[in-house]
């Protein structure tokens, strides 16, 4: 599809006219404003499967330009949905490294430093993402903010391998490890909704799940996300640092906004 960028020319005012779903409903992300959700007490807690992954396994860390992501084999689900999800890939969005907010989602107009998402499939109904990216029932996404605070292990499992994958297109393989491990611990506090993609094209296809609490990441590692990627390719005489990759809050409209909790 045509090009698109978080800034200029190309930036999100104007996705519409290349991706007709952005400037249509249900769009994400949204800001969730706490006194207008409804808690709902029987929501029940997430649980996923098989995300304790081996270290034999290997997962393709790539930088696609838009985001830094993670290939996630399909073995690993959620089952606590109508339908089996089985993951596809993770992805992140951030600031930049002077700019501690760069989350998508914002509780009562805070914005995070950054957003993880865990991009899953609705494997019971399509045999791939790519025929259930625009489908209504297709994507289940698990959202987690991101703070900057204690050094996270976790991250460190990839975040090491960054500068292998500096430039647009670049991948490497690097061991698997426990994904659960990136997902706050409290899975049964979460806002969900139903909306979109967040990137062109848009799809109103995802059900969102985002996790209350925030994980946090050492200032050093959050530089090494926001300071080591560029959306531009290794030969391209003009780099593009990649940072600001988050699209701002949009309209909730007449949506309903669940709340798993209510303290
Ligand atoms: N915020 S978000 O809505 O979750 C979100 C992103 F922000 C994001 F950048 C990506 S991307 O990295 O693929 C770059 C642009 O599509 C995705 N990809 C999904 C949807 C598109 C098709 C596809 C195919 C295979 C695996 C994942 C995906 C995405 F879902
Ligand atoms: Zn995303």
Redesign the pocket.
């Known amino acids: 599809g045509a090009k698109w960028t978080y800034n200029g020319p190309d930036g999100e005012h104007h996705w519409p006219s290349n991706y007709p779903f952005c400037g249509g409903a249900f769009q994400?992300p949204i800001d969730f404003q706490t006194q207008l959700l409804r808690y709902v007490p029987n929501l029940p807690p997430i649980q996923v499967q098989n995300y304790n992954l081996s270290a034999h396994e290997q997962l393709t860390l790539s930088n696609?330009g838009?985001?830094v992501?993670l290939s996630l084999p399909p073995h690993m689900y959620i089952s606590s949905l109508p339908h089996r999800y089985s993951a596809?890939?993770l992805?992140f969005?951030w600031g930049s490294s002077n700019l501690l907010t760069g989350s998508?989602h914002t509780v009562n107009g805070k914005q995070f430093a950054a957003e993880m998402?865990v991009?899953h499939f609705n494997s019971e109904k399509y045999p791939n993402?790519?025929m259930a990216?625009d489908k209504h029932d297709g994507l289940a996404?698990l959202g987690v903010f991101i703070e900057i605070g204690d050094f996270n292990p976790a991250f460190d499992k990839f975040f090491k391998y960054i500068n292998g994958i500096r430039y647009k297109d670049q991948k490497i393989q690097v061991p698997a490890f426990n994904i659960r491990q990136l997902l706050p611990a409290a899975l049964n506090e979460y806002y969900r909704y139903d909306g979109s993609?967040?990137?062109p094209p848009c799809y109103p296809s995802?059900l969102w799940t985002v996790f209350r609490n925030p994980v946090t990441v050492s200032h050093k590692q959050f530089l090494a996300l926001a300071t080591a990627l560029y959306a531009s390719y290794a030969q391209d005489s003009a780099p593009m640092p990649l940072h600001g990759n988050y699209r701002k809050p949009q309209l909730t409209d007449s949506r309903v906004v669940q709340m798993s909790f209510n303290d």
């Open positions: 994400s696609n838009h985001s992501q596809a890939q992805h969005h998508e998402h991009v993402i790519s990216v996404v993609l967040t990137t995802v």
